[in-house]
């Protein structure tokens, strides 16, 4: 039988013996990949509309961002803060300027630029906004993902993320996502920050009501509060915009970044923020061995280039309008909503017909790789090189799986 000689029931079994069992994975193993699409290791192709969760939004192996890597690998690679190596500057200054803001901090994880901006913001409330010591509190949403640390799980209202991983970390406030009374409700002289996803991606892509992220950013300017936006999901290209918040013509006091800043090479994160906020860390108090390493500040320096050209951003409006129009039309045909901005769409199925697990797995036979979230509902965020064609292709394998 041609299914005994696939190499992939082996490696699917290989891959999990020794590992901890923290994933449910497609069954799909993948060995070499280039732009929007990936081949497994019996050779079959596979269109990516998940893209590493927006991490590769250029693409797999750009050859701007694989240049840049081979170019350093060959040069420096690590140096620690210790010292000062030649890419860091450019780095840190090209990254504010795509931001706006006057300084950077770089770091690794996503989770770690969250921790960070949680440390920062404390730091300014007790130094800045004069909180009484050991008294700030931070407003958080409802449904949010930042993360899996300790202190970012002590928040999460999701309970696979946060159950029987206590004791928890004090200083958060829950509010429902969407509601500025609540919000403002909840923010008193103690709040130093309200943390926010623009848009929440691992809930589902689920997009606030317009003016939302505008009245959080009054609220925050008018009670002397930050707003961080965690746009490590949403931004850098994925929804049209640099930052989804510039969809709402909102500017937050601090961005937090990552995914996509590595350029899907390597892991790199960063705090944006102006001197008044970021300027409280003196030297000691924060840090990483491994954050705003040469050959992370290469890549995601290459990263910032590509998108200062805006072609990105661009693709992603353009195409997301095609993308959204073909979902849209599946809207009664096994999709029950749709929503989302740019190249990035959240789909809930009709769950009398199939869980979101049971649909990616029938598009992975069909040549598409997509990821479930909460049990009906499908993410789509492919690299922001797909084609129109592409596009087309995936939503009608789509529309063949809601067939049936
Ligand atoms: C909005 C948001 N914040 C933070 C994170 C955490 O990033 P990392 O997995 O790199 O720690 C994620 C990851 O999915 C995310 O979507």
């Keep these: 039988m041609i299914e005994d000689m696939l190499r992939t029931p082996a490696a699917v079994q290989d891959a999990e013996r020794h590992t901890a069992h923290n994933y449910h994975p497609l069954p799909v193993v993948i060995s070499s990949a280039e732009g929007a699409w990936v081949t497994d290791v019996d050779g079959r192709r596979y269109l990516d509309c998940l893209a590493g969760y927006s991490a590769l939004n250029f693409g797999h192996r750009h050859p701007a961002l694989i240049a840049a890597a081979h170019a350093q690998l060959d040069k420096l690679t690590l140096t620690s803060r210790a010292f000062i190596h030649d890419q860091f500057a450019d780095f840190c200054r090209e990254l504010a300027a795509l931001c706006g803001k006057d300084l950077v ?200 280039r590509l998108l200062a050209t805006g072609e990105f951003q661009r693709r992603s409006t353009e195409l997301g309008e095609r993308l959204h129009a073909g979902l849209h039309a599946l809207i009664g045909k096994g999709l029950v909503a749709v929503r989302g901005r740019g190249l990035w769409a959240g789909l809930d199925i009709d769950p009398a017909l199939m869980s979101g697990r049971e649909a990616c797995e029938r598009l992975m036979e069909r040549g598409v790789l997509a990821k479930d979230t909460h049990g009906s509902t499908i993410r789509l965020a492919p690299p922001l090189t797909i084609t129109a064609e592409e596009i087309d292709h995936a939503v009608a394998q789509l529309a063949a799986v809601l067939a049936g």
């Design 105 to 304: 901090l770089p770091m690794n994880t996503g989770a770690e630029a969250v921790e960070t901006g949680i440390k920062v913001a404390r730091k300014w409330g007790y130094q800045v906004k004069g909180v009484p010591a050991g008294q700030a509190t931070i407003v958080v949403a409802d449904g949010n993902f930042h993360g899996r640390t300790t202190t970012i799980v002590s928040f999460s209202t999701d309970d696979d993320a946060r159950a029987d991983f206590g004791p928890y970390t004090p200083g958060f406030k829950i509010v429902p996502y969407g509601d500025l009374t609540a919000l403002a409700d909840a923010v008193d002289e103690t709040t130093v920050a309200v943390l926010l996803e623009p848009i929440q991606g691992e809930q589902g892509v689920v997009v606030p009501p317009t003016g939302y992220l505008p009245g959080v950013r009054q609220l925050c300017t008018e009670r002397n509060v930050l707003f961080i936006a965690d746009e490590i999901q949403s931004g850098l290209g994925r929804t049209g915009a640099t930052f989804a918040c510039e969809l709402e013509g909102v500017v937050p006091d601090m961005y937090l970044l990552g995914k996509a800043l590595g350029g899907g090479i390597v892991p790199v994160s960063a705090v944006a923020a102006d001197t008044d906020v970021l300027g409280v860390l003196r030297p000691g108090q924060h840090g990483s061995t491994f954050g705003g390493n040469p050959l992370a500040c290469a890549v995601a320096t290459e990263v910032v």
